[in-house]
């Protein structure tokens, strides 16, 4: 039972990486999922105040993952028609066939955005650069965070 909920655990924690990147799952939660199941894992050593701590930590990040980007094209001068746009850029983003499709998709929906609302080239490209900059940013804040569940799940285990 053990080593079938260390794969399950390794598995998830996979799905968390991949989640960090493709913005349909769930990064940092999938990662908490396998600390959790090593509270399961007999001989493992996981403090239940841990768990709830990164449990926090995962949400506050999961949630930050929609609001950072929006932050980034506020910041880099964009309006509400930017922030839509690169909302609408990511989910068509996602669902594109073309490699980077979740950058491109935000970069472009930020830019379209801001073109419909003022027409202005040069403040829809400083949009989408902050779109673009706020996206790069919360994904690298979802992967640290993985990355760190990751190396307490297997210090946990092992």
């Not at 990147?21 to 940092?28: A, M």
Request: net charge positive.
């Amino acid at each position: 039972m053990g080593t079938l909920l260390i794969v399950a655990g390794i598995i998830l924690i996979i799905l968390g990486l991949i989640g960090c990147v493709l913005p349909v799952l769930p990064g940092p939660l999938l990662a908490w999922a396998a600390l959790l199941l090593a509270k399961w894992i007999p001989g493992a050593q996981i403090d239940e105040k841990l768990i709830w701590t990164t449990l926090a930590v995962a949400v506050v990040v999961h949630v930050m993952d929609y609001v950072i980007p929006a932050m980034g094209t506020k910041k880099f001068g964009g309006s509400k028609w930017g922030i839509w746009g690169a909302t609408i850029g990511l989910l068509f983003g996602i669902f594109t066939p073309i490699p980077f499709g979740v950058i491109l998709g935000p970069f472009l929906g930020a830019f379209i955005g801001e073109m419909i609302h003022e027409n202005q080239a040069d403040r829809a490209l400083k949009a989408a650069l902050g779109s673009l900059v706020g996206f790069l940013f919360s994904t690298g804040l979802k992967l640290a965070v993985t990355l760190y569940f990751g190396y307490l799940f297997v210090q946990a285990v092992w």
